[in-house]
């Protein structure tokens, strides 16, 4: 005569069961957002490439159209910056150090991005003596996003490894792979403020063969202040 087997392992058996086919769904259903996302993720970086390509192609167009006419074409005013954090704390007044602070540099070759306006501006002019700035290619972006982009997550600081890491957090603003988040900070997108948010301040490296001086201006053969499109040239030297 056959043992009857006791009702609690039965019920382990069925829970044990039920588990495992709860985890198979989870991650069928997870294999298939990822195609998704990898899906989208392709489509989207030929558009955006193709946009960039336009938008240089139309630059020249307007440049050499003005050359012809004889007069000059003034390109727009740049919306975004790239800052770099050139200083440490010492010696640094309570203002400068608080906009520092608002600005996430709080280390030295530390970097950000900011949108530029009448505010952050004026936020720039305090700080100029310890920041060096100008503005990024879309190929720095890149650059930045890729070989040192870590995210916010949960307060903490982690890279970014995959599209699913963008799309958890970020979907809700339509950006859900590397290169959607490339095109909302390089263009200074409706949701950039959310996509800088997500990403955790630049941690690079001193440059290759240093600084010249910090104490002068980039204008007067220094480091510090504006350096407009020679900003992609140092950072190159810093990822």
């Given at each position: 005569m056959s043992k009857q087997v006791p009702e609690t392992i039965k019920k382990q058996v069925k829970r044990s069961f039920n588990s495992k086919e709860v985890k198979k769904e989870k991650n069928e259903k997870r294999m298939k957002l990822l195609k998704e996302i990898q899906s989208k993720a392709f489509k989207r970086a030929e558009?955006?490439?193709?946009?960039?390509?336009?938008?240089?192609?139309?630059?020249?167009?307007?440049?050499?159209k003005a050359l012809k006419e004889?007069?000059?074409?003034?390109?727009?005013?740049?919306?975004?910056?790239?800052?770099?954090?050139?200083?440490?704390?010492?010696?640094?007044?309570?203002?400068?150090?608080k906009?520092?602070?608002?600005?996430?540099?709080r280390r030295i070759y530390s970097g950000v991005f900011i949108r530029l306006n009448?505010?952050?501006?004026?936020?720039?002019?305090?700080?100029d003596p310890?920041?060096?700035w100008g503005y990024p290619d879309v190929e720095t972006v890149r650059a930045l996003i890729y070989k040192r982009?870590?995210?916010?997550?949960?307060?903490?600081r982690k890279i970014?490894?995959?599209?699913e890491m963008i799309y958890d957090k970020l979907q809700k603003y339509d950006i859900v792979c590397m290169e959607d988040l490339v095109h909302e900070i390089y263009t200074v997108g409706k949701n950039f403020k959310?996509?800088?948010s997500f990403l955790w301040a630049f941690k690079l490296k001193p440059p290759v063969g240093g600084f010249s001086t910090v104490k002068k201006s980039f204008v007067n053969k220094g480091e510090h202040g504006n350096r407009e499109q020679y900003i992609n040239t140092l950072v190159k030297k810093m990822i």
């Open positions: 558009k955006y490439e193709k946009e960039y390509l336009e938008q240089d192609q139309k630059l020249v167009e307007l440049k050499q004889g007069s000059f074409y003034r390109e727009p005013e740049p919306k975004l910056a790239f800052i770099i954090r050139i200083r440490g704390i010492v010696g640094v007044p309570p203002k400068p150090r906009i520092l602070q608002l600005l996430r540099l009448k505010s952050s501006l004026r936020m720039l002019h305090f700080i310890y920041v060096t982009g870590h995210a916010r997550v949960n307060h903490q970014i490894d995959s599209n959310h996509a800088n």
